[in-house]
């Protein structure tokens, strides 16, 4: 892509171009040089137009529901008048890295919305099953227009935690499954979460769900609080009846304005594009060494000494980064 076109793509995405916003992100996702070096630069050039959402991180166990809620959680702002972005990040086959699940299918309604984009993008290896360019891809949203900005991340466990370096408010679904769902959350994931959403509190399982609800009222009372001034909430939600999704937007918004008045989201972002700095050379010094040519001379057969219990990784890696890769008798 020539200068001329990042500029087009430039002016597409600021224009909330929905087909530019798509290839905009297609760019980003890209692992080609050429295609990182264009995608650098119409970042830069939208980095301008970006910050001005609310980033929210939406995880939890499967079977939670986590597509019903967001579909109508989303259909419930777009009603109210925001632009919602949605950046689903999939399970990927080992096989073929491809996408496994289908947001679009899953949540046919909002696809349809006109005031909401939905992006699935594959997990691949990272970690946490937040896709490397879902920093950028967020960004991209505000530039576009986007006032609300979703980030649902695979499921919850250690790894999850990665989440929190993208967004501003965390929420946190849970069935009404009471402690049998309790036991499955680690303590790391409810210290970060900003609210806690029971999902399917209707019908028969009503009752579970408000027990499962003062189950984690109880658990958060005894975390830290996150955030100064400002404790965790729980709010029991019906996708299907749409009772409580009003409920969950307004404590979103609560904890986006406590965060804001009092300096707290500026700080909170300033420590997320710190860690992304980090993420970034990691990831380039990574690539930089597999591209070695010692790396790759020596590379395979650490490797097979390695499996073969030969040479101990840590030995194998110390030759390797050294610059060598002879083994030691």
């Given at each position: 892509m020539v200068a001329g076109d990042v500029q087009e793509l430039v002016d597409g995405v600021r224009a909330g171009d929905r087909r530019a916003l798509a290839r905009a992100i297609t760019l980003v996702e890209s692992t080609r040089p050429d295609h990182r070096r264009d995608a650098t630069a119409a970042l830069d050039a939208l980095l301008p137009a970006t910050g001005t959402s609310v980033r929210i991180g939406i995880s939890g166990p499967p079977g939670v529901g986590k597509s019903t809620f967001i579909e109508a959680f989303g259909t419930h702002l777009t009603a109210a008048g925001h632009r919602l972005a949605v950046l689903a990040v999939d399970p990927?086959?080992?096989?073929?890295?491809?996408?496994?699940?289908?947001d679009k299918t899953r949540m046919e309604r909002l696809a349809r919305d006109p005031q909401a984009f939905i992006r699935p993008s594959p997990a691949g290896t990272e970690l946490g099953g937040v896709a490397r360019r879902t920093r950028e891809?967020?960004?991209?949203?505000?530039?576009?227009?986007?006032?609300v900005v979703i980030v649902e991340t695979v499921g919850v466990g250690q790894?999850?935690?990665a989440v929190a370096d993208l967004v501003d408010v965390f929420v946190l679904l849970a069935s009404p499954t009471g402690g049998d769902d309790l036991?499955?959350?680690?303590?790391?994931?409810?210290?970060?979460?900003?609210?806690?959403?029971v999902t399917k509190a209707d019908g028969d399982l009503a009752s579970s769900a408000n027990h499962a609800a003062a189950d984690l009222r109880r658990a958060i009372h005894l975390l830290r609080p996150k955030y100064d001034g400002i404790g965790t909430d729980t709010v029991l939600v019906s996708?299907?009846?749409g009772t409580g999704i009003e409920a969950v937007w307004t404590a979103i918004t609560?904890?986006?304005?406590?965060?804001?008045?009092?300096?707290?989201?500026?700080?909170?972002?300033?420590?997320?594009a710190k860690a992304w700095l980090w993420d970034e050379i990691r990831s380039?010094?990574?690539?930089?060494?597999?591209?070695?040519?010692?790396?790759?001379?020596?590379?395979?057969?650490?490797?097979a000494a390695v499996v073969a219990g030969d040479v101990s990784p840590t030995v194998a890696a110390q030759q390797l980064l050294g610059g060598g890769g002879t083994i030691a008798p």
């Open positions: 990927s086959s080992a096989r073929s890295g491809g996408s496994i699940l289908g891809a967020l960004l991209l949203c505000e530039a576009a227009g986007f006032d790894s999850e935690l036991q499955g959350i680690k303590r790391g994931i409810m210290e970060l979460a900003d609210l806690v959403v996708a299907t009846e609560a904890v986006h304005a406590h965060l804001a008045a009092t300096g707290q989201l500026a700080t909170l972002r300033a420590g997320q380039g010094l990574l690539e930089q060494f597999r591209a070695r040519p010692a790396t790759q001379a020596a590379l395979p057969a650490l490797e």
